[in-house]
């Protein structure tokens, strides 16, 4: 999403970049799975003239990939939203975490999410069910990725098919507001696109204009 696009709540007005990237070199790809890459990038800092070095990293060439705030309107009014667990390499532990994935190259951003939550929690929802609320960017430090965080308002038929077709996730719930929030101040979601996605859906519903 291009920053000139945005309506700026707090006005700002960014210089000129500190640095000034002189070169990009690819200095490893991944044969064939997500197509991981690590670039080189040279830089000088325009203030003093010395020059750096930083690696970036990305998947599938920064294809924009989707986050699924999946939810459900309860017959009270509230809602719950759908959370799984993932036991993931890097951290050689199970974490919660809303369904998500790295796009395709024929696939827009609502594609994305329809395909992940189908394949990862079984749910097959209509493009009109899912709402783009804003992209955001994992670690701006070292990855370059582009991710959209989509709300998919799920029908009481929806939510009651749950059988994921891959191996990436178990133990679905729907869970209640309060609950994800009790769950985030208490340390049991730590993973960092799942809270940044419920912060953005928050932003939204919970606290910004759609509240």
């Not at 990939?65 to 993932?86: K, N, Y």
Request: charged letters at 20%.
């Amino acid at each position: 999403m291009a920053t000139d696009s945005i309506q700026h709540v707090v006005p700002v007005e960014d210089g000129i970049p500190p640095l000034d990237i002189q070169s990009e070199t690819e200095v490893f790809r991944e044969q064939g799975g997500a197509g991981f890459t690590v670039t080189k990038n040279i830089a000088i800092v325009r203030s003093t003239g010395e020059h750096l070095q930083f690696h970036v990293a990305s998947v599938r060439d920064g294809k924009t990939g989707a986050v699924c705030v999946a939810e459900q309107i309860l017959p009270d009014g509230t809602s719950a939203f759908l959370l799984a667990r993932h036991w993931r390499v890097s951290t050689r532990q199970w974490a919660w975490e809303f369904p998500r994935g790295m796009g395709a190259d024929d696939e827009d951003s609502r594609d994305t999410a329809i395909r992940e939550l189908s394949e990862e929690a079984g749910i097959t929802v209509s493009r009109d069910q899912v709402k783009i609320l804003q992209h955001i960017h994992a670690d701006t430090g070292v990855l370059r990725d582009d991710i959209a965080v989509a709300r998919v308002l799920l029908s009481e038929e929806d939510s009651q098919a749950c059988n994921p077709t891959d191996w990436e996730l178990s133990n679905s719930r729907y869970i209640p507001a309060s609950t994800v929030c009790q769950m985030i101040a208490g340390g049991e979601i730590t993973d960092g696109i799942t809270l940044a996605a419920w912060s953005v859906y928050c932003a939204h519903f919970l606290f910004g204009t759609n509240a």
